[in-house]
C-alpha cells in the first residue's frame, strides 16, 4: 500500500507543477511535496472524500498564511498562532468545514472570521465566490494583501460577523471559524434556501461542537451535530 501511495503522490505533484505554466516547477513551490503529504496524511487518510475540497487543500499555499518564523510548521496538523490571540485553523478541520458546504463553481459563500485568510483561499480555490468578515482591523488589512497577492477571489470586510453581511445576501453557504455561544439570528436570515451553514457553537472552556445547519427550500431550518471542536472565541465589538 505504502509504494502505490508514493506514486499517486508523484503523479499529483507533476499535475500541480505542471498546472503552474511552463516556468513552474519544484522550484516553484518548494513546498508542494510537503503539502500533498499533509493532504494525504492528514486530510484524505482521516476520510476527507469531496474531491474539489481535495484538490483545494493540495494547490493553496498554507505556508504563505502563517507568521515568517512558523513556516516550518505550515504542513503540520495543527493551528498555529496569527498574533492578537486567533489561529489558523487545524488542516483537517479547515478541509471538514469546506467539505460540509461543499463549494463549487459559482457558489457565493460568506466566511465569518477570517483571520489568516487561509480557509477563504481554500473555498475561492474549490470555485466559490467569498465574502469574508474579520473583527480585528489588523488581520482583515493583512488578509485582504495576502489574498490578492496570492490571486484568491476573496472580499475581505472589517466587520462583526454576528450580523453577516446583509448588502451581499443571501448566501448560498455559510461558514463560521469561531465559536459562537449560540448561532447567530442575522446568519441564519442571510442563508439562502437550500443553503448551508458550518458553524461552532459553545463556550471557551465548556464544549464545544460543531453544527451543520440546513435550511429547506420553504425555509424550515434543522440543525445536525457533527463533532466536538475547540476554536477561539467569536467576539463583540470591532477592534
Ligand atoms: N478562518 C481563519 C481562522 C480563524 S480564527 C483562518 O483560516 O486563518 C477566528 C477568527 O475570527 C479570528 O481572526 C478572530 O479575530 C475572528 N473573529 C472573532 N469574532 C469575530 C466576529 N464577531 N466577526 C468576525 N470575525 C471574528
Same mark, same amino acid.
Given at each position: 500500500? +505504502? ?34 503529504? &499533509? ?11 469531496? #474531491?474539489?475540497?481535495?484538490?483545494? &487543500?493540495?494547490?493553496? =499555499?498554507?505556508? @504563505?498564511?502563517?507568521? =515568517?518564523? %512558523?513556516? *516550518? ?15 489558523? *485553523? ?6 471538514? !468545514? ?11 459563500? /460568506? @466566511? ?26 489588523? /488581520?482583515?488589512?493583512?488578509?485582504? !494583501?495576502?489574498? @490578492? +497577492? %496570492? ?37 441564519? @436570515?442571510?442563508?439562502? #434556501?437550500?443553503?448551508? &451553514?458550518? $458553524? ?24 445536525? $451535530?457533527? /463533532? ?5 472565541? &467569536?467576539?463583540?465589538? /470591532?477592534?
Amino acid at each position: 500500500m +505504502r509504494w502505490v501511495r508514493s506514486i499517486t503522490a508523484v503523479l499529483l505533484l507533476g499535475g500541480v507543477a505542471g498546472a503552474g505554466g511552463p516556468d513552474a516547477g519544484p522550484a516553484a513551490d518548494p513546498r508542494a511535496a510537503e503539502r500533498l503529504r &499533509m493532504v494525504e496524511r492528514f486530510i484524505a487518510r482521516e476520510g476527507i472524500r469531496d #474531491p474539489a475540497t481535495l484538490q483545494a &487543500m493540495r494547490t493553496v =499555499p498554507r505556508h @504563505e498564511f502563517v507568521p =515568517p518564523g %512558523l513556516v *516550518s510548521a505550515a504542513y503540520e496538523n495543527r493551528p498555529l498562532p496569527i498574533g492578537l490571540g486567533q489561529t489558523i *485553523s487545524q488542516p483537517y478541520i479547515v478541509a471538514y !468545514q469546506t467539505e460540509v458546504v461543499r463549494p463549487g463553481e459559482g457558489m457565493k459563500i /460568506l @466566511e465569518i472570521g477570517t483571520g489568516s485568510g487561509y480557509q477563504a483561499a481554500v473555498l475561492a480555490a474549490a470555485g466559490a465566490r467569498v465574502y469574508t468578515m474579520e473583527i480585528f482591523a489588523e /488581520l482583515a488589512t493583512s488578509a485582504r !494583501q495576502r489574498l @490578492e +497577492r %496570492l490571486g484568491y477571489r476573496a472580499t475581505v470586510r472589517h466587520g462583526d460577523g454576528n450580523l453577516g453581511w446583509p448588502e451581499e445576501a443571501p448566501f448560498d453557504a455559510i461558514v463560521v471559524t469561531a465559536a459562537a455561544s449560540h448561532v447567530p439570528p442575522a446568519l441564519i @436570515e442571510q442563508l439562502k #434556501p437550500g443553503g448551508r &451553514m458550518v $458553524i461552532p457553537v459553545g463556550s471557551m472552556f465548556g464544549a464545544q461542537n460543531l453544527l451543520q445547519i440546513d435550511k429547506d427550500p420553504g425555509g424550515t431550518v434543522r440543525t445536525r $451535530i457533527l /463533532l466536538p471542536v475547540a476554536f477561539v472565541p &467569536m467576539l463583540s465589538g /470591532l477592534r
